[in-house]
Antibody, heavy 125, light 110 residues
Framework: EVQLVQSGAEVKKPGESLTISCKGSGYSFTTYWINWVRQMPGKGLEWMGRIDPSDSYTNYSPSFQGHVTISADKSISTAYLQWSSLKASDTAMYYC??????????????????WGQGTLVTVSS | EIVLTQSPGALSLSPGERATLSCRASQSVSSSYLAWYQQKPGQAPRLLIYGASSRATGIPDRFSGSGSGTDFTLTISRLEPEDFAVYYCQQYSNSPPLCSFGQGTKLEIK
């Protein structure tokens, strides 16, 4: 069974650093990109960026470039989302999601087929 | 960056009725990269439709997707009580690999 299991909820103060994790199981971790998605309280989904666990190559949304770091350790099938200095505006639920693909005569199709359960990050003084 | 605009923002319907949700892109999107998700309170999003019109595994056939270019539609033919949720469209381009979501449509019980 494919699963993405995220680390638990965090409560932090502004200026603190934080790393949250997403562990994949039940599939070949290096075959599928892992994406991170933010959902602020009562708001919609925002794509933050992705990592290819096979080589740790990353792409970021322009909105998040320079504010977070995405990494992965393929030896333990785990992806990470890291902040060096949190702000109150980072308070949100964060999801990891596996980008899957399907190929047929029309070409490739890409979509997020499995999601983690979410990690709630609260930043407050 | 491609901006996806969903309409309406909220939709009030009764069980058994038909729901039509729209997703409009700021520039042409390959239908291969257009997906729809359902999110219920306190849950992670769930994939419904990929490639604009292909149902994901286990998704009932009352859900259907259509469209091309800049206009895409998610249709729920006969609403069941469990269908009341928020729905998001998503595009995932491959070059460069960027992704964006619509702002969501909240489907409410009338």
């Amino acid at each position: 069974e494919v699963q993405l299991v995220q680390s638990g909820a965090e409560v932090k103060k502004p200026g603190e650093s934080l790393t949250i994790s997403c562990k994949g199981s039940g599939y070949s971790f290096t075959t599928y990109w892992i994406n991170w998605v933010r959902q602020m309280p009562g708001k919609g989904l925002e794509w933050m960026g992705r990592i290819d666990p096979s080589d740790s190559y990353t792409n970021y949304s322009p909105s998040f470039q320079g504010h977070v770091t995405i990494s992965a350790d393929k030896s333990i099938s785990t992806a990470y989302l890291q902040w060096s200095s949190l702000k109150a505006s980072d308070t949100a639920m964060y999801y990891c999601a596996r980008r899957s693909f399907y190929y047929d005569s029309s070409g490739f199709r890409y979509y997020f087929d499995y999601w983690g359960q979410g990690t709630l990050v609260t930043v407050s003084s | 960056e491609i901006v996806l605009t969903q309409s309406p923002g909220a939709l009030s319907l009764s069980p058994g009725e038909r729901a039509t949700l729209s997703c409009r892109a700021s520039q042409s999107v390959s239908s291969s990269y257009l997906a729809w998700y359902q999110q219920k309170p306190g849950q992670a999003p769930r994939l419904l439709i990929y490639g604009a019109s292909s149902r994901a595994t286990g998704i009932p056939d009352r859900f259907s997707g259509s469209g091309s270019g800049t206009d895409f539609t998610l249709t729920i033919s006969r609403l069941e009580p469990e269908d009341f949720a928020v729905y998001y469209c998503q595009q995932y381009s491959n070059s460069p690999p960027l992704c964006s979501f619509g702002q969501g449509t909240k489907l409410e019980i009338k």
